[in-house]
Nanobody, 115 residues
């Protein structure tokens, strides 16, 4: 069973930055596309960014130019660098493979952007 543990969330002012991390209990990164997802208040969970096994990245339009997804296969970790944060980025952020596996959802990490 794979466990994914997200960390790095917190409260930040608009325009600020955060770096999220997602650590896996075992190596799944080498062959899987990994994604960061988020679920805002009253909203459905959505894909924010994904990165394939060779490092190709895709972002949802609302975060292009502000967020950067990266991976370290040796550390079984995927990252999400978030800059120029906006209040609408407030959400619980999760990582999972892409397409997501329902058995892999973790607790997520809360990101709150507010002044």
């Amino acid at each position: 069973q794979v466990q994914l543990v997200e960390s790095g969330g917190g409260l930040v002012q608009p325009g600020g930055s955060l770096r999220l991390s997602c650590a896996a209990s075992r190596s799944i990164f080498k062959t899987y596309t990994m994604g960061w997802y988020r679920q805002g208040p009253g909203k459905q969970r959505e894909l924010v960014a994904k990165i394939n096994s060779v490092g190709r990245t895709i972002y949802v339009d609302s975060v292009k130019g502000r967020f950067t997804i990266s991976r370290d296969n040796a550390k079984n970790t995927v990252y999400l660098q978030m800059n120029s944060l906006k209040p609408e980025d407030t959400a619980v952020y999760y990582c999972n493979i892409y397409p997501p596996n329902g058995d892999y959802w973790g607790q997520g990490t809360q990101v709150t952007v507010s002044s």
